[in-house]
């Protein structure tokens, strides 16, 4: 071991002195690697503190978060929290082929039409086949849109110094190395997060600001590949989930010093690239005649971050010629199923115990929100009975084990997104409905699940 050797676990991004087996921050085993330290050659650490800034009061500075670049894609745009502000670093990461290169390609080119200078730096493709998606994604592609194609971060540097641009795209951050790091491969802890460093302070010099995206690799986890110090050190964290057969494409903020954490935005992914979906409500629910009633199909309000999306959930009940009936949720975990199921059978009076049940969400979104419970239990037993439940219905709420209907958080929010989609009639808890002033819906308030089930199939149930 060398003398004043510095190890970083791979894992959590733990510093020590000396190797250890065992990490003792994220109790993982074998993750030390040794950190290499800047040769005396690139050392920088005494200019740094020659040149370091005076502070300064707080209420001297200036904010630049309201000066925000806005593109097109307004889906991007609220996931940024409003646009891009112009001193940030983002980390984009996804599965390989969920659309990362095609998304930030897209925004680049925008922002170059617009007059902004981009320069997209690629580890991984060389400029002929960057070129070529750009030819199959853009129209038009840029003059202000340079492209590199360079493993060696030191080089990009001197592009930016001669370009001058407004925007920066690494692609990706797990294959660029800094020459004063040389018996660190690409995609080491030191290597990783010694480039980061290097582009965070160029995105935060204060006399020439720019935007840096970072694209980053994922693992068979679903975790940014490297040290998690990566997502302590930019400001916002954007992930692309979906699956590759599928068309859609949500962005997650996971991160966002800028914005909300949590928010999400939708993506189709097509020939063209990336497509915006404005309006979700829309894409998440087929669209019925009145007077064409489909069973198994029930309609709730889901948040995804800020912002409420009416959601189609479908439900299929079949007789079961097995002991052993399937309960399978596309959309949501198999223990909660199994508990909507147990729920129904006791509360509802409805007998599934010889019956199949399949669940699913129109658009593929999972049911993370108890709010949906009551419409995933509905749709249920519209399936049962073979009866359609009318489709300017809307339910809004929690079911408990006992059968009563919970309220639910953000309830009026939810219910101005159904007044704008048009719908007429919204299921809710008692005692919530008149809450609020919502003028073209009518407010049926209800106390437990049975009462629901009559409400909507009155006489027509059919009794086991």
């Known amino acids: ?247 859609l494409r949500s962005l997650l903020a996971t991160k966002n010093r800028y914005g909300s954490t949590g928010e999400m935005g939708f993506f189709n992914m097509s020939e063209e690239g990336m497509l915006s979906i404005d309006n979700p409500s829309e894409y998440f629910m087929t669209k019925r005649q009145d007077n064409n009633l489909v069973s198994g199909s029930a309609l709730t309000v889901v948040r995804e971050g800020t912002r409420p999306i009416i959601l189609e959930i479908e439900s299929l009940v079949s007789d079961s010629f097995t002991p052993y009936p399937l309960r399978i949720g596309e959309s949501l975990k198999r223990e909660q199923l199994n508990t909507l199921v147990s729920i129904l059978e006791q509360r509802g009076g409805i007998k599934l115990y010889n019956k199949n049940v399949v669940i699913k969400t129109t658009g593929g979104i999972r049911l993370k929100e108890q709010a949906s419970n009551l419409a995933t239990i509905m749709s249920m037993v519209s399936s049962v009975l073979d009866l359609g439940i009318p489709n300017d219905y809307v339910f809004i709420s929690d079911v408990g084990l006992t059968g009563e209907l919970k309220k639910v958080p953000s309830l009026e929010t939810r219910l101005k997104e159904v007044d704008r989609m048009g719908f007429k009639k919204a299921f809710v808890t008692e005692g919530y409905g008149k809450n609020y002033n919502v003028k073209n819906i009518e407010m049926v308030e209800k106390k437990n699940l049975k009462d629901v089930i009559n409400s909507v199939f009155k006489n027509q149930i059919k009794k086991s």
């Open 1 to 247: 071991m060398k003398k004043n050797s510095m190890y970083v676990c791979t894992n959590c991004g733990y510093e020590i002195f000396g190797r250890l087996g065992k990490c003792p921050e994220c109790d993982e085993w074998g993750t030390f690697v040794e950190k290499e330290e800047p040769t005396k050659k690139n050392s920088k650490s005494s200019s740094k503190k020659s040149n370091s800034k005076p502070s300064r009061r707080l209420t001297e500075i200036e904010t630049t978060n309201s000066d925000r670049i806005i593109t097109n894609l307004e889906e991007f745009n609220r996931v940024m929290g409003g646009g891009i502000v112009k001193d940030s670093v983002t980390i984009v990461a996804a599965k390989p082929g969920a659309g990362k290169s095609t998304l930030l390609l897209q925004v680049a080119n925008e922002l170059a039409t617009t007059g902004y200078k981009v320069l997209y730096a690629s580890g991984e493709e060389s400029e002929s086949q960057i070129k070529s998606r750009a030819n199959r994604i853009l129209k038009n592609i840029s003059p202000n849109l340079w492209v590199v194609s360079d493993n060696s971060l030191d080089n990009v540097l001197n592009h930016i110094e001669q370009i001058d641009p407004d925007m920066i795209i690494i692609d990706s951050i797990q294959t660029f190395t800094l020459e004063a790091f040389p018996s660190s491969r690409a995609g080491s802890p030191t290597q990783t997060m010694e480039c980061a460093h290097e582009l965070v302070s160029i995105a935060k010099n204060t006399d020439r600001p720019r935007a840096v995206f970072i694209i980053g690799q994922m693992t068979k986890e679903d975790e940014i590949a490297g040290v998690r110090a990566l997502e302590h050190l930019v400001d916002t964290v954007l992930i692309i989930e979906g699956e590759s057969g599928e068309e």
